[in-house]
């Protein structure tokens, strides 16, 4: 992850055409770009002929905006006002903008709106999906060995188990997610940047430190059981 946001033209909120030009990684070129619109009444991609890619994505953010799936406002300040669509103070927050773009262009994820990890990833793929699925199995495990103690007053030897449906399930579940972590393409494209097992391990650990059953150990027993369990004959 970078440690200095600025490097990346990391801003609260953006104009439009701030915006677009971090979209298409311009951002070495912006004070150009924003000297050679400075005296345009309207810049579009007609208007951007050296820059085409940041014209197209500069339509893409006011079609966005236009029909309501952008939200936009004044000076960051959000509000629903069409006048300000030809508004020089028009911006967009950066929180809005990351959301509309993770699920408009999910192949999409540039630098200043995500992180490195996030940037790895498949778009099918989250990695708190994968941890949400672990807490389940932990809590399940948890309310059936309370509920084993309650019954049994002396002391037992016992291993509480998920149901058996419930258990293939999540095993089901997270063996699949891995082959896409891990796995490629008919093509031989890779589906994220994660090579091996120890390195998706890492990354959990490090973005969910301190969560129920997220540990080495038990990230690499339930790994271990479901890579077991989608292999099983169906």
Known sequence: MNRYPHQQGIKVHYSPLEAAIRWSNLLEQEINILVATAQMADVCADTLPLWPVVGLNLERLYDAMRNGDLPYGNAGITTKDPALLDAPGLTIRHVDLKQWMAKTYPDQKPGFLFDELERQLHPVINLDTVQALLLQIKTLETQLSNRAQHRQPRPVDCSPNL?????TTYLNIVGGLLTLLLGQSPSGVRYSSF?????????????????????????RAKFAEAKRQLSAPS
């Open 163 to 167: 149901p058996p449906r419930a258990e």
């Open 195 to 219: 090579n091996t097992l120890a390195s998706v391990i890492s990354a959990l650990i490090a973005h969910h430190n301190g969560r129920p059953g997220i540990t080495e150990r038990t990230l």
